[in-house]
C-alpha cells in the first residue's frame, strides 16, 4: 500500500525558513515522480514544485521559484521542500503527491498534507 | 503558462442527477495531459481520471472524461451522495507550471 507521509509544519513569521519532508513506502520511489501541491485556507489547489525520479529534473511554480528547493533522498525514500523567505502568502496545507510515472504525470497518491502558518 | 478556467463555479444537484463539469485551457493541452480529481473537506485530493479520458484504479464507471485541446469535460452520469464535493481539474504537459483550475463544487440542491 503506497503511504505518503508529511512532517515539519508549523507556524514562522515571515521572513522564516522551514524545511517540509515526506516519508513514502509502498512503491519503487525513485521510478515514480514527485510534487508539492499547496492548498490555502478556503481555497483551491496551487501545484508548487516536482522533480522526477532520479531528480535531475526540478520545476518551480513562478510564485516560489527562487525561494524553495525541492530534492529527495531515493536511499531514504524521502522528499524534501526547503522554503525561504517565507511569505504570508505561503500559508497553506503542503500536500506530497506521488507521480503516476518517471517524469510529467498526474498524482496518483497524496499524503494528508501538514499545516504552514506564516503570520507576525 | 496554461491557464484552466472551470465552470460553472458551483453545480447544484440532487443524488441520481447527471452532473457535466467543464475544463476550458487558455491553449492546447499537449497529449491530452489534462487529469481530474475529487476533494471533500478535511481530506486530499484523489486522481479520478488522466489522459482526459482514462479511470483512474478503483473509480467508478459513473465517473467518465472527455474532450481534448483546449476543452475537457467531467460527467458523473448519476450522483451518488458521496459524489458530492469540489472537483479540479490540472494539466500536466510539459514544461511545468503543471497548473489546477479553479474548482467547481458539486453540492445538494
Known amino acids: 500500500e503506497v503511504q505518503l507521509v508529511e512532517s515539519g509544519g508549523g507556524l514562522l513569521q515571515p521572513g522564516e525558513s522551514l524545511r517540509l519532508s515526506c516519508a513514502a513506502s509502498?512503491?519503487?520511489?525513485?521510478?515514480?515522480?514527485m510534487n508539492w501541491v499547496r492548498q490555502a485556507p478556503g481555497k483551491g489547489l496551487e501545484w508548487v514544485s516536482g522533480l522526477n525520479g532520479l531528480g535531475g529534473s526540478r520545476y518551480y511554480a513562478d510564485s516560489v521559484r527562487g525561494r524553495f528547493t525541492i530534492s529527495r533522498d531515493n536511499s531514504k525514500n524521502t522528499l524534501f521542500l526547503q522554503m525561504n523567505g517565507l511569505t504570508v502568502e505561503d500559508t497553506a496545507v503542503y500536500y506530497c503527491?506521488?507521480?503516476?510515472?518517471?517524469?510529467?504525470?498526474?498524482?496518483?497518491?497524496w499524503g494528508q498534507g501538514t499545516l504552514v502558518t506564516v503570520s507576525s | 503558462e496554461i491557464v484552466l478556467t472551470q465552470s460553472p463555479g458551483t453545480l447544484s444537484l440532487s443524488p441520481g442527477e447527471r452532473a457535466t463539469l467543464s475544463c476550458r485551457a487558455s491553449q492546447g493541452v499537449t497529449s491530452r495531459y489534462l487529469a481530474w480529481y475529487q476533494q471533500k473537506p478535511g481530506q486530499a485530493p484523489r486522481l479520478l481520471i488522466y489522459g482526459a479520458s482514462s479511470r483512474a484504479t478503483g473509480i467508478p464507471d459513473r465517473f467518465s472524461g472527455s474532450g481534448s485541446g483546449t476543452d475537457f469535460t467531467l460527467t458523473i452520469t448519476s450522483l451518488e451522495p458521496e459524489d458530492f464535493a469540489v472537483y479540479y481539474c490540472?494539466?500536466?504537459?510539459?514544461?511545468?507550471?503543471?497548473?489546477f483550475g479553479q474548482g467547481t463544487k458539486v453540492e445538494f440542491k
Open positions: 509502498g512503491f519503487s520511489f525513485s521510478r515514480y515522480a
Open positions: 490540472q494539466q500536466y504537459a510539459s514544461p511545468p507550471p503543471w497548473t
Open positions: 503527491a506521488k507521480g503516476d510515472d518517471y517524469d510529467a504525470s498526474p498524482s496518483d497518491h
